[in-house]
């Protein structure tokens, strides 16, 4: 898990003075390396927001103490197989999302659900840190249990982008349109609105975009750029936020355990301010990111109030069988939709 090299503080000087005052002992400063690991192309905008100034922030308040070794682009693996990297110690910190890990994190996906919290992204981000910490309910029953701490926790915010060239007017339009999901809460809302699901990873989307095999995706503008989607694009929604995922980068509690209490504060102290601060740099890129989709000819859906009531009634049905479904399953899923809405309205 750990990696650890060890650099002696002793100088010549030091060396000489040891020779002659045998009582003296000199300690070692040790180096924590820590492999953390992604699905995300190299130089995405997760890594320029979050990723690289959280790596850069903790070595500086380390001293140098904790190094890191940054593994992008599914060099240790794919998405799906993160969590499993991580607790096997494959991984240090992994890039953690629960949309991909359904059998072991469905509680999470809540605050994917369409509407979960306004358009200020940061009043999500710091409602789920307050739910995965300090004793919060998705702590307690699904991030203790498998093992992991969110370091850094993240929520994008999707689109529906359509790749076929079908001219979208109407909610309606979109009607039989497959559509990649990345499962979860965001597969309700995409039932709801007449879509059909289809379960794509991130890196696998421009290829079944390309194929034909989904005629759009749900995703954020500006991981439409990362992965080369908006020359395939066509239109898109431009105001209208369908889902989102949560995202996280988890330390594993065997490799958490090895830490001395002080770098287990730094390193939660670190990831709690970006976690809750970077949301400001994600709303404002998004805009900038759909503004050059338009200026690159992306034609815009904008629905008339008629469409947006049908699309807002959509996301309370998409929601409400999110939790029964979850329910009929022994999950807390209606608990846990009720404990969402809360920790987010606390969130001033």
Known sequence: MKRFTTRPLCSALAALLLGSVGATAFAAESVTTLRIADSLPNGSYIYKLVTQPFMEQVEKETNGKIKFQYFPGQQLGKAKDMLKLTQTGMADIGYIGPSYILDKMPLSSTFELPGAFSDDSCQGFKAFWNMTH????????????????????????????????????TVQDLQGLKMRSSGGAMAFTVKELGMIPVSVSAPETYESMSRGT???????????????????????????????????????????????????????????????????????AEKKAIVRMEEQGMKPIRFDDAGN?????????????????????????SDTLAAMRKAVSAVK
């Open 309 to 333: 009531k049908v699309v807002d009634e959509a996301f309370e049905k998409s929601s409400q069988y999110w939790a029964k479904a979850l329910d009929e399953r022994g999950k807390p899923g």
């Open 134 to 169: 300090d004793g919060g309910f998705l702590q307690e029953h699904e991030w203790d249990p498998n093992g992991v701490i969110p370091l850094l926790s993240l929520i994008t915010r999707h689109h529906v982008y359509v790749s076929n060239g079908k001219d979208i007017k």
């Open 214 to 284: 989904i005629d759009g995706a749900i995703f954020p503008a500006q991981s439409a750029f990362d992965y080369g989607l908006t020359e395939l694009i066509k239109s898109g929604t431009v105001k209208k936020h369908f889902a989102g995922v949560v995202l996280t980068y988890s330390i594993s509690k065997a490799a958490w355990n090895k830490l001395d209490p002080e770098t287990q504060k730094i390193l939660l102290d670190v990831g709690k301010k970006i976690s809750t601060t970077s949301c400001v740099g994600f709303d404002e």
